[in-house]
C-alpha cells in the first residue's frame, strides 16, 4: 500500500528533548532527518521550532508535500488536532490546537496522532502483518491475519489496534489506551506502573534494595546478562515482572482483538528476559469459583522469535471433515493461534511509515465524498 504513491508527506517524531523532523514518500525516507531541540518549557519557542523544522524540510522536497502527519504525546484530541496536558512537553499546558497551527501556516492537512496508533499502522502496512502473511502463504497456508495489536514499551506502555486493515481510533480518539488497565498485582494502580522505563527503574530499586544507583534500563539488562556488577538476581526478576504485567496487559487486549501481536519500543531489547513471562501468562490458565481451571486465552500463543514455535505457528493443524449426509468434505482448522513478535522495522520506522500511510488514506477518503 502506497509504495509506488507519489504524494510527499512531511512527518515529526515528537520527544521530550528533540523534535526530528523528515518526509516520506512511497512509504521511504526521502531526505536526511532534522534534529531540533523541543524547547519544550516554553510554549511561542516550541511552536517556531516545529514551524521552523517543517519549513526547513519543506525547502529540501522536490515538490510541495501533501500534508504533515506526525505522532505527538497526550492526552490530545487527535481529531481535532488539540494537544493538551503534556508531563514532558510542558509548554503545553490547558491545550494548544497545534494541528490547526500548522495548517494556518503551510495551508495544507495536518494529522497528529498517538505513537502506538502510528506504530501498529505501520507494522500492519509494512511490518509484521505483511511478512507473517507472506510466510502462511509461502507454506500453502489458506490463512490470513488481517488484525494487529501493536504494544510499544519505552517510556510508557502504549498500543494500537488495526483490523482488516483500518487503524482502531475509538469515537475518543482513545482506542487502544492500553495504560490505564489495571495492574495485576497492584490492583488500585494502571498496568503503566509495571511496563515502562520508569517501572524497570523502580522495580530494580526496590528488589536489589539500592535506592541510590540510578540505572538505567540498559545497565539493569547488562547486569542481568551478568556483563555489569550489579544484583544480577533482581535484575532478572525485575525483566520477569515486567514481562508478567505486559503478558496479563496484552491477554485481555488481545481477546477482544483476536490476531497478531508486535512488539516495539525501547524495551524490545531485552527481550530475551522477559518474553517468556510474557508468554507463560498469555499460555497460562484461569479459573471459575467451583476450582475448574482452563486456558487463559482461547488462541494459543506462539513466540515468532523462536525459530521452533514460528515453524509451529506457520504449519498450524487442520482436518478434512465430511459435509453430514454428503460425500463432500470440509477444511476444519481446529487450532485457533495467534503469534507476539518483536518488531524488525523498529519503533521510528514504523510510526513514520504508519504516520505517512495515515494521512494519505484521511486524504483519500477525504476526496472520494
Known sequence: MYQ??????????????????????????IISPLHLPSNANDLALCLETIESGFRRIKDLLPESPAA??????????????????????????????LGPFL???????????????????GEAIGGTLPEINRLLAQAGSTK??????????????????????????????SGGDIWVFRHKKHRHCITEEGVGVSAVKRMYAE????????????????????????????????????????????????TIVDGLVV????????????????????????????????????????NLDDAEEMIA???????????????KMVNYSSDKRIGIAVSKLGASKAIALGAYAFALHELDVEESR
Open 4 to 29: 509506488f504513491d507519489k504524494r510527499i508527506v512531511m512527518t515529526l517524531d515528537a520527544g521530550g528533548t528533540n523534535f526530528v523532523f523528515s518526509a516520506m514518500q512511497a512509504n521511504e525516507e
Open 68 to 97: 504533515i502527519s506526525f505522532a505527538f504525546p497526550g492526552p490530545a484530541d487527535y481529531v481535532n488536532g488539540v494537544i493538551g496536558d503534556l508531563p514532558n512537553l510542558k509548554a503545553f499546558s490547558g491545550g494548544v490546537a
Open 103 to 121: 495548517k494556518e501556516k503551510f495551508g495544507i492537512p495536518v494529522f497528529i496522532n498517538n505513537d502506538g496508533n502510528l506504530f501498529t499502522y
Open 144 to 173: 490470513q491475519y488481517k488484525n494487529l495489536l501493536g504494544i510499544t514499551m519505552g517510556t510508557g506502555f502504549g498500543a494500537g489496534v488495526v483490523t482488516d486493515g483500518k487503524l482502531h481510533l475509538g469515537d475518543n480518539g
Open 207 to 254: 528488589f536489589s534494595g539500592d535506592s541510590k544507583s540510578d540505572f538505567s534500563p540498559k545497565d539493569i539488562y547488562d547486569i542481568a546478562e551478568g556483563t555489569k556488577p550489579g544484583n544480577k538476581e533482581a535484575a532478572l526478576k525485575t525483566f520477569a515482572e515486567m514481562g508478567e504485567e505486559a503478558g496479563d496487559t496484552v491477554a485481555h487486549a488481545i
Open 263 to 302: 512488539i516495539g519500543g525501547g524495551l524490545t531489547g531485552a527481550s530475551s528476559l522477559f518474553m517468556p513471562a510474557l508468554m507463560s501468562e498469555l499460555n497460562g490458565t484461569i479459573g471459575k469459583l467451583t476450582g475448574e481451571s482452563f486456558p487463559r486465552l482461547q488462541m494459543k500463543a506462539f
Open 313 to 327: 505457528f506457520i504449519e498450524g493443524s487442520s482436518t478434512q471433515i465430511a459435509i453430514p449426509g454428503t460425500s
